[in-house]
């Protein structure tokens, strides 16, 4: 059975105002529970009035609390949903935004998922314009996993699953850059593995 895996990051490699980088992924054999969770939001939203209206893309960073405690606690009511986080401590240095770099923030957490489940299809948000650079991603990529993927780099606007794992890296983040633990606690349940890395270990994957 393939097991469907939606992807994003919060706090840039390229910031050396950042101490912290994470990676989330959202996994689930059903990915119709997600699209739930995003529809649930998007009603609620229209409901609340002009305010509340810039929907085009759910975005953690640019949501009121209100909004991200709403879809993160409707996200906590789905079963068979699974999150995996990264947190990557980083140098408070300029590291450069190149696809190498991309591929190796991934790796780990696309590791451990494939450990578990090896039929795993990933779809994470898409970092870069250039078709060559995301081949390069994915390139790189499979060299580590020694096989062939089944991984897309895809546009979050169009992708509300992907928007979701924005919200949980946004939440992660928030716990870690900023000690606000409160959003990542409402999912805490579903949380099956968060692990920390150092960039300066990163290659050791």
Known sequence: MSYFVF???????ANPQDRFAVVAAVGTPDPRKLDRVAKY?????????????????????NAREETRRKLLARLAEETEVEIYLA?????????????????????????????????????????FSKLSERDQVL?????????????????????PRIQIADFVAGAALAK????????????????????????????KW
Request: charged residues 30%; hydrophobic residues 40%.
């Open 7 to 13: 992807g994003d990051e919060s706090g840039g490699l």
């Open 41 to 61: 939001l998007r009603t609620w939203l229209l409901q609340r009035g002009k305010a509340h209206q810039r929907i085009d893309e759910l975005h953690f960073y």
């Open 87 to 127: 947190i990557l401590e980083k140098p408070q240095k300029i590291i450069a935004n190149s696809a190498e770099n991309y591929a190796r923030t991934l790796w780990p957490i696309l590791k451990e998922i494939l450990a578990r489940n090896p039929d795993s299809v990933f779809a994470f948000d898409k970092r």
């Open 139 to 159: 390139r790189m990529l499979e060299g580590w996993a020694g096989k062939a993927l089944r991984f897309e780099q895809v546009d979050s606007q169009q992708n």
């Open 176 to 203: 870690y850059q900023r000690e606000e633990d409160a959003y990542l606690a409402l999912v805490n349940a579903q949380i099956v593995q968060e692990f920390w890395l150092q960039w300066d270990e990163i290659k």
